[in-house]
């Protein structure tokens, strides 16, 4: 799958993205860590992804990475990819 074909509210079976920007991570209101990424797809295209809780702090700028079962969900306007409850990131 590619940026381009994701859209609100949209289960993603599998992107592969390379991480250009990773920044700090935080908890969140509901005690949660997050962390926010920047990522590209193969045809260059960008998506702005997340990590949560042990997902946080293993992954650096330019990894390579695949989301499985993950989704897409916008906000303030801008779409974000992350695994689902029960998906995975993991380097490639």
């Not at 390379?18 to 969140?28: G, H, L, N, W």
């Not at 809780?53 to 293993?58: A, Q, S, V, W």
């Amino acid at each position: 799958m590619l940026v381009k074909d994701l859209k609100d509210n949209m289960p993603v079976d599998e992107i592969r993205l390379e991480i250009t920007k990773i920044r700090e991570s935080r908890i969140v209101g509901t005690g949660h860590k997050m962390q926010n990424f920047l990522g590209i797809d193969e045809s260059g295209e960008e998506v702005d992804g997340i990590l949560w809780n042990d997902e946080c702090d293993k992954f650096h700028q330019g990894d390579n990475v695949v989301i499985n079962s993950g989704f897409a969900k916008a906000f303030n306007g801008k779409l974000q990819v992350s695994p689902s409850k029960y998906g995975t990131i993991k380097l490639i």
